[in-house]
């Protein structure tokens, strides 16, 4: 193909249509292709390096997005204005790209290769993100990198029983579900997955649903290449060495093996006994055992084999997976002793630190905790994201972190990585569809999840450990939410085992990793990464069943540490009051250049006080950690809102001295309106002079005993005396 020659192809998937182009963008890169659909439009990149890198033991792929604010017609705000570093959600898009692809390429390939897709223009319509992972599947199918095996992604929404592919924002806001399916032509890859309460069969369908569009952008892509497609380059791929596999396993394999038998022994042992048997150690008794083991290799064969170390790690790792495998697919037996089906010892527990937060929850499986931790505050805390869709105010947070310490090791501290970002994420759709609205809670929900010890599944012991913060905090959460971690060993000829919450071990030498997050009335997210080419439908709903069950075990576990939200928040925690004013009040609160609302927040030490248009009306949310001073500010507001024809007698009034005579004090209870305090109701006892209890700007409780709304004539008594 002559450069700079654009050609096109063009597919409908579901209802709109999708344009991948090349020839004309980019020709310096292996493969590039502009993808099109709407007003998006998604420059994805493909390039390879040259070199091939003998010691490392994985394939070096790397997926960027770089969101340009242009592509939505705006400029970056900050000093600089330019864009910095990614934005979370880029790297969830990247992150959601790189897994579906990873599997499919040869993972003897050591060459580098980036996928970039730089955002060129969006139409705050549509999400893009199952554009950038069909663009950057196409731009390596076209390209001349060894990738032979396209892969299609598409989103689905169901809204009233009619299933939607590739929905729009607004339809999503009104979708039991929004899943992104991604697979070959033969099987599903990955699935991410946030809803309202769906149920497995929901997931399931809507897997069903997705797998015709994904086979139709696959084609899609076979025919484009066949019209455009480069010759695939000849590489050098990774080769063991068969002398080190050799003496590996001479060494190793019969040690391996004990220990497994060992594990085998020890799981027909009775419960306590096996469980001091098989849990010892940081990771447990055989992942401990076959450390030492791989050590004793190691220091044999590293002198013998000084330029094939990774040879003698990959074999290693082989072997054990060989081995492990064996044992769960033919015994049943986990490398812990569980049953296929046997959740991990829980423990829960609510309130460590009630003097100074806000809400915690600290939840323990096996050898995996997560200590979670709320703070609250008012709707002005909220998160403020200005990307390439329409500004948005985010008031529910979570935020993940995983210290080297919390399997043992160290490393250098330099803010969230990738892979925290993803799991925060997780956890936040998990959650998000259980807060509730701003109107029944008008707080900022910020929840931090410490991961202090890690051999599993801590993302679904964040989503455990925040649901039990949040209810100890006492946010009235509409349902409580748990989540499990499942693995696939997968066998020959069908053969295969699903595994409940899998541990470190079961996840590293698994086929599966699948995340199920919900309530006792369904899911409300899922991950689904697969580390083989694709499972079919029917392991699909195995794993979901079970992952049910097991979920909803762990649920029962938390409920017996707290059955329900708190009835009342922390003691520390910010008080707020929302109540409504007619919107055409709202200048006269406010006042000119904001004096009035700001004397109120003066007058009454509030932390905070805000009033907004909310549907036609006016909300004002005050903020105060003395619910007795948000009472009187709110007191104060609602009678300023009032006119002489409104009041009545028995009606109080936070009202300030404005005049002072012999006979009273003068009392502004509302603008214009005053009512007189007769000497007599200044104390609770006989006084000679206004002037030595009362003083010009003092306030005072008030109520109107007296009033002749003809001639203006209001008398008052105070309600803040005490006998």
């Not at 880029?90 to 040869?106: C, G, K, N, Y």
């Not at 849990?279 to 220091?299: A, M, P, R």
């Not at 609602?638 to 009041?647: A, G, Q």
Request: net charge negative; with cysteine; charged share 30%.
């Amino acid at each position: 193909m002559e450069i700079n020659t654009e050609r096109s192809y063009k597919l409908i998937v579901g209802t709109k249509e999708i344009v991948f182009k090349t020839g004309k963008l980019a020709n310096q890169a292996n493969g590039s292709v502009l993808v099109e659909s709407g007003g998006n439009g998604i420059l994805v990149t493909a390039t390879m390096s040259e070199e091939f890198q003998q010691n490392i033991d994985f394939f070096p792929l790397v997926v960027d997005v770089e969101e340009r604010m242009y592509a939505a017609g705006k400029i970056p705000g900050g000093f600089f204005k330019r864009e910095g570093r990614a934005s979370d959600k880029a790297i969830l898009i990247s992150r959601l790209t790189d897994r579906p692809l990873r599997p499919v390429f040869d993972k003897n390939l050591r060459n580098e290769v980036q996928i970039i897709a730089t955002v060129l223009s969006v139409d705050q319509i549509y999400p893009y993100d199952v554009l950038v992972m069909n663009g950057a599947s196409c731009a390596l199918y076209i390209s001349d990198i060894p990738f032979n095996e396209p892969i299609g992604a598409v989103r689905v929404g169901l809204i009233d029983n009619n299933w939607i592919i590739n929905p729009s924002y607004d339809e999503l806001k009104k979708s039991l579900l929004d899943i992104v399916v991604a697979g070959t032509e033969s099987a599903v890859l990955m699935i991410e997955a946030k809803c309202k309460e769906a149920s497995e069969e929901d997931i399931l369908k809507a897997v069903e649903v997705a797998t015709p569009e994904v086979i139709k952008i696959i084609k899609a892509q076979k025919d484009f290449r066949d019209e455009v497609g480069l010759e695939k380059k000849e590489v050098k791929l990774f080769t063991l060495n068969e002398e080190v596999k050799f003496k590996v396993n001479e060494i190793a394999r019969e040690k391996i093996q004990e220990k497994i038998k060992d594990v085998i022994n020890f799981a027909t042992k009775p419960e306590q006994e096996k469980n001091a048997l098989l849990n010892v150690g940081k990771k447990g008794y055989l992942s401990q055992e076959l450390d030492k083991i791989e050590k004793e290799v190691k220091e044999k064969l590293s002198l013998e084999f000084p330029e094939d170390l990774v040879s003698i790690d990959i074999v290693l790792k082989d072997l054990e997976r060989e081995l492990v495998r064996q044992m769960i697919l033919e015994n049943k037996i986990r490398p812990d002793g569980r049953k296929p089906d046997e959740i991990r010892p829980i423990k829960c527990e609510v309130g460590l630190f009630p003097d100074t937060t806000h809400g915690t929850g600290l939840f323990t499986r096996g050898r995996t905790q997560a200590l979670t931790i709320l703070a609250l505050g008012s709707i002005r805390e909220a998160q403020k994201i200005d990307s390439l869709e329409e500004i948005e105010f985010k008031r529910y947070m979570h935020h993940y972190n995983f210290p080297p310490f919390s399997t043992g090791d160290t490393a250098p501290l330099r803010g969230p990585k990738r892979r925290e970002i993803g799991h925060g994420a997780l956890a936040e759709r998990a959650l998000e569809p259980m807060i509730p609205d701003e109107d029944k809670f008008p707080y900022a929900i910020r929840l931090v999840s410490e991961i202090l010890e890690s051999n599993g599944s801590t993302s679904m012991a964040s989503v455990c450990g925040s649901t039990l913060a949040l209810m100890d905090g006492g946010v009235p959460i509409l349902n409580p939410v748990s989540g499990i971690a499942m693995g696939l060993v997968k066998g020959e000829d069908n053969n295969f085992i699903i595994l409940s919450d899998i541990q470190g071990i079961e996840d590293f030498y698994g086929d599966m990793d699948f995340k199920v997050a919900g309530t006792k009335n369904g899911i409300t997210a899922l991950q689904m990464d697969i580390k083989i080419k694709g499972i079919d439908i029917e392991i699909m709903r195995k794993a979901l069943y079970q992952a049910r069950e097991g979920r909803l075990f762990i649920l029962s576990k938390m409920l017996e540490v707290l059955p329900q939200p708190r009835s009342s928040l922390s003691k520390v925690a910010p008080k707020i009051s929302t109540f409504k004013i007619p919107k055409d009040k709202i200048g006269e609160i406010i006042g000119p250049g904001g004096k009035i609302i700001k004397n109120i927040k003066e007058e009454f030490g509030l932390d905070e006080i805000e009033i907004t248009d909310s549907n036609g009306e006016g909300l004002v949310s005050i903020t105060c950690s003395d619910l007795e001073k948000i009472n009187l500010a709110r007191k104060k507001i609602e009678s300023m809102l009032k006119t002489i024809d409104d009041i009545a007698i028995g009606d109080e009034f936070i009202g300030t001295v404005v005049g002072i005579t012999p006979y009273g004090a003068f009392i502004n209870l509302i603008p214009g309106v005053d009512g007189l305090l007769h000497i007599s109701k200044v104390v609770n006892k006989r006084i000679n002079k206004v002037e030595e209890y009362l003083k010009l700007g003092d306030k005072v409780s008030v109520k109107i005993t007296f009033i002749d709304k003809k001639d203006k004539k209001i008398s008052l008594e105070r309600t803040d005396l005490y006998n």
